[in-house]
């Protein structure tokens, strides 16, 4: 089955530098990747996703990259913000299978002012 | 707010016990998941319902099942629970189960404690 390995499991950059994680899936069959924010105690919530036909997508401060030859994907986060201090999920997916999401171990991202 | 309702919030209970969680999807949407985080494994998928049917499971343990109604809701029933259960589980719904469109909303999570 599908495995989704996540770094970083621990990220602390200063506000207003650029923070980056990083992905790699086992499946060659998914084709779908967002990312979830999650806050202590809260749900998780999408943030940003990518389709395995597009190479990049950006969203303001946030980017994901995906690299379906190499099975990596990364979200980029420019112009950090104390608000951004949050774990961050990626995950995997087949839109046309089970379409069941394979998460990621999770980044513990800090924003240090 | 994502629209996925799910009651309760917060569950006590004691080894053995059975409990009931449960979710209401956005309003339209056919698919509904259920997920268990727990701080040593992540978010993990449980089992997925579109329509009322089952569609896909996860590493679901035989003494946990779910089903969904007519009115489309979802319950996940916990039974013989013990100490390693305890975990926020999180119900999600997507539209449709077009499956070209897989954009998946979590609810605010059911925190299950088992003493």
């Known amino acids: 089955g599908e495995n989704v390995e996540q770094h970083p499991s621990t990220l602390s950059v200063q506000e207003g530098d650029s923070a980056v994680i990083k992905c790699t899936y086992s499946?060659?069959?998914?084709?779908?990747f967002p990312w979830y924010k999650q806050e202590l105690g809260k749900r998780p919530q999408l943030i940003i996703d990518?389709?395995?036909?597009?190479g990049e997508k950006k969203d303001q401060r946030i980017a994901v990259t995906l690299n379906k030859t190499a099975k990596h994907f990364s979200l980029h986060i420019t112009e950090t913000q104390p608000e951004d201090s949050a774990v961050y999920f990626c995950?995997?997916?087949?839109?046309?299978?089970?379409?069941?999401?394979?998460f990621g171990q999770g980044t513990r991202l800090t924003i240090n002012p | 707010d994502s629209g996925v309702t799910q009651t309760p919030k917060h569950l006590i209970t004691a080894t053995g016990q059975r409990v009931t969680l449960r979710c209401s999807p956005r309003?339209?949407?056919?698919?509904v998941y259920w997920y268990q985080q727990s701080l040593d494994q992540g978010l993990q998928f449980l089992i997925q319902?579109?329509?009322?049917?089952?569609?896909a499971k996860g590493n679901i343990l035989e003494r946990f099942s779910a089903q969904q109604f007519p009115d489309l809701h979802s319950e996940l029933n916990l039974s013989s629970l013990e100490l390693g259960d305890s975990a926020l589980y999180f119900c999600?719904?997507?539209?449709?189960?077009?499956?070209?469109?897989?954009?998946?909303?979590f609810g605010p999570g059911t925190r299950l404690t088992v003493l």
């Open positions: 999600a719904s997507s539209p449709r189960g077009q499956r070209s469109y897989n954009e998946q909303f």
């Open positions: 499946d060659s069959a998914s084709n779908y």
């Open positions: 990518i389709r395995s036909n597009v």
């Open positions: 995950a995997a997916s087949n839109l046309q299978g089970a379409q069941k999401l394979v």
């Open positions: 309003s339209g949407d056919l698919s």
């Open positions: 319902y579109y329509n009322g049917e089952e569609r």
